[in-house]
């Protein structure tokens, strides 16, 4: 079986809102520019990392995701716990 794997260095950047506007009697959709630049870094990395064919075979995705504990919860003894064993 085939693997494809790749890293994404930086903060993990969470999809925001889209902004609404109206022209006239129709209605534009944009990505907050925060998003938009994010999802183009992604696939920007990923293009690098992709094979020459397409894949037709059915696929599994694995993703881990490793994020900085905020404040509130290093701050708490309770809290930092219950992280640690999964509560």
Do not use: W
């Not at 129709?26 to 293009?47: C, I, M, N, Q, T």
């Not at 397409?54 to 905020?70: E, G, H, N, S």
């Not at 930092?80 to 999964?86: C, N, P, T």
Request: hydrophobic letters at 35%; one cysteine or more.
């Amino acid at each position: 079986m085939n693997q494809i794997t790749f890293e994404i260095d930086g903060d993990v950047q969470a999809q925001q809102r889209p902004k609404f506007s109206r022209m006239g009697k129709g209605v534009s959709v944009r990505d907050p520019k925060e998003s938009k630049d994010y999802k183009s870094f992604v696939r920007l990395v990923a293009s690098d990392h992709a094979l020459d064919e397409l894949i037709t075979a059915p696929i599994i995705l694995c993703i881990d995701v490793y994020r900085k504990m905020i404040k509130e919860i290093m701050k708490s003894k309770k809290k930092y716990q219950q992280v640690q064993i999964g509560v």
